[in-house]
């Protein structure tokens, strides 16, 4: 990465993880679960959106920097953009689980990785996030140990590292702030067009009749 994309990446990075907690995450407001989490060659940062967390949709989003010996702050090493990022959720009454692709595809910032759920049920769910290098490209082939064969590409032949938290889903709720903030952009205009039409000056007819 050429030196300036590499600063601004890094200075993008350093206002989300030094964010008290809450970041603008997949399209909202996110809650932070892990912040500077060694693991293996990386250093994770892991947030959840929306917040509070609910029934049938949940956004997990990842930002992955170098892990630098002797750094403990994580911000020595520069972003890592490239990993092979999947996340697995799983519910802990009825053992529901769903994985998903982590990719910078659908984050709303390209230096996370951001993987979508529709979690069908309430309660707690453990999350867990597994990273790990690409050994090869998507369609291609790795050669086994041995040399004597060619196995297809996957998370399980990359020595994942993995790292996880827990989270609570509630039931869907009445979407009152987006009801609320519809409504205050209505009164808004209104109160605009009121405003206009208010001071607009009077017109008089000057035809006079004979």
């Known amino acids: ?3 300036p994309k590499r600063l601004f990446a890094l200075l993008m990075l350093l206002i989300c993880m030094l964010s008290p907690g809450r970041v603008l995450a ?6 932070q679960h892990l912040n500077n989490e060694p693991a293996g060659p990386y250093r994770v940062y892991v947030w959840s959106d929306p917040e509070p967390p609910q ?4 956004h997990v989003i990842i930002a992955l920097t170098e892990n630098i010996a002797g750094d403990a702050t994580g911000l020595a090493g520069g972003p890592v953009l490239d990993a092979y990022v999947s996340v697995e959720m799983a519910h802990q009454d009825s053992g529901t689980t769903l994985s998903a692709r982590a990719s910078h595809d659908d984050a709303l910032n390209k230096l996370f990785y951001t993987a979508t759920f529709a979690p069908p049920s309430k309660g707690i769910w453990s999350v867990q996030v597994r990273i790990a290098a690409p050994a090869c490209e998507d ?3 790795r050669d086994a140990e ?6 297809p590409c996957g998370l399980e032949l990359l020595d994942p590292v993995v790292v996880g938290f827990e989270d609570e889903i509630l039931p869907k709720a009445f979407p009152w702030r987006a009801v609320l903030s519809a409504l205050l952009s209505v009164i808004l205009m209104a109160g605009a067009g009121l405003l206009y039409w208010k001071t607009q000056p009077l017109t008089t007819d000057h035809c006079g009749s004979q």
């Open 1 to 3: 990465m050429a030196g």
């Open 26 to 31: 997949h399209g909202g407001v996110g809650i």
């Open 55 to 58: 029934v049938g949709e949940y």
């Open 139 to 141: 369609g291609e082939s």
């Open 146 to 151: 041995n040399g004597s064969s060619t196995l």
